[in-house]
Structure formats: structure tokens, C-alpha cells
């Protein structure tokens, strides 16, 4: 089956750096555009950074350009969420995300930026 375990949150403070991991398995990993989502406390699941089966990352959200990017190695089933210049917003647990058959959702990894 589908999983996704998504890992590296913590807490940073503000100006600091973190690297997240995705490590999925149960599908063809190098097939499908992998996705980063994270919720705030109090608001809705936004969509972060998108990757493109060959690796090509968008960033959707204004608020990250240019700080966070993202990437895959296909041959480690593992998609990484590179974090800069973290804000206080940024503070949320983050998600990566795949639809196969339909959407499939990790645990989430904890992020919490603060001095």
C-alpha cells in the first residue's frame, strides 16, 4: 500500500534552515509528481511546492519563493523540502502528498520556528 513518511521538522529559529523528507513507498515513485502541503494552527492546508516526476520543483506559494525548494531522488523513493530564511509563519506541520488512485497524505513532520 501507499506510504508516505514524511520527516527532519523541528524547531528552528527565525532566519534558520531545515531540511524535510519524504520517504514513500507502494507506488512507481519516478511516475508521479509529488506535492508539499503544510497547516498552520487555525487555518486551512495550503499547497507549498510541487515536484515534477524528473525533478523540476514550482514553488505555488508567494510566501516561500525564493526560501524553500523542493527536489526528489527517484532512486530513493524520497522527496526533500528544503527550508531557508524560516519566518515565524512558517510555523506548521508540513505534508507530502501523492494522488495514485486517489490523494494519499503522510503523518506530517512538526516545524515550529521561534527564538
Known amino acids: 500500500q501507499v506510504q508516505l513518511v514524511e520527516s527532519g521538522g523541528g524547531l528552528a529559529q527565525p532566519g534558520g534552515s531545515l531540511r524535510l523528507s519524504c520517504a514513500a513507498s507502494?507506488?512507481?515513485?519516478?511516475?508521479?509528481?509529488m506535492y508539499w502541503y503544510r497547516q498552520a494552527p487555525g487555518k486551512e492546508r495550503e499547497l507549498v511546492a510541487m515536484?515534477?516526476?524528473?525533478?523540476?520543483?514550482?514553488h505555488v506559494a508567494d510566501s516561500v519563493k525564493g526560501r524553500f525548494t523542493a527536489s526528489r531522488d527517484n532512486a530513493k523513493n524520497t522527496v526533500y523540502l528544503e527550508m531557508r530564511s524560516l519566518h515565524y509563519e512558517d510555523t506548521a506541520v508540513y505534508y507530502c502528498?501523492?494522488?495514485?488512485?486517489?490523494?494519499?497524505w503522510g503523518q506530517g513532520t512538526q516545524v515550529t520556528v521561534s527564538s
Open positions: 507502494g507506488f512507481d515513485f519516478s511516475s508521479n509528481t
Open positions: 502528498n501523492v494522488t495514485v488512485d486517489h490523494p494519499y
Open positions: 515536484v515534477l516526476t524528473q525533478g523540476g520543483c514550482t
